[in-house]
């Protein structure tokens, strides 16, 4: 069983950048799918990235696409989020998860191991 721990987040002004951490411990790290998930002030949780076991193929929400990036570490069992030219709108919760296979999904009931979560905060 994957147990998983973010970090890293924090407030921080529009325009900056943020590098979010993911700490996995359990024996399938490698074997897994990792996604990055948010879920704004009053609003649904929804996808931000994703990226397959061997970190090959990466998928990014439109909103976050050219400004996220999304990459693991197998050997450290951690997967980050790159986060720059934030935005207020980038204002949430943060999630990672994972899933017992190897590739991509977007939807949350496709991950069944989450974090705990941390909080970004974009000020104008």
């Known amino acids: 069983q994957v147990q998983l721990v973010e970090s890293g987040g924090g407030p921080v002004q529009a325009g900056g950048s943020l590098r979010l951490s993911c700490a996995a411990s359990?024996?399938?790290?490698?074997?897994?799918?990792m996604g990055w998930f948010r879920q704004p002030p009053g609003k649904e949780l929804e996808f931000v990235a994703a990226?397959?076991?061997?970190?090959?193929?990466?998928d990014y929400a439109d909103s976050v696409k050219g400004r996220f990036t999304i990459s693991r570490d197998n050997a450290k069992n951690t997967v980050y989020l790159e986060m720059n030219s934030l935005r207020p709108e980038d204002t949430a919760v943060y999630y990672c998860?994972?899933?017992?296979?190897?590739?991509?999904?977007?939807?949350?009931?496709?991950?069944?191991?989450w974090g705990q979560g941390t909080q970004v905060t974009v000020s104008s």
């Open positions: 990226i397959s076991d061997n970190g090959r193929i990466s």
């Open positions: 359990g024996r399938f790290f490698s074997a897994t799918a």
């Open positions: 998860a994972s899933r017992p296979v190897g590739f991509n999904s977007i939807l949350p009931a496709a991950y069944d191991v």
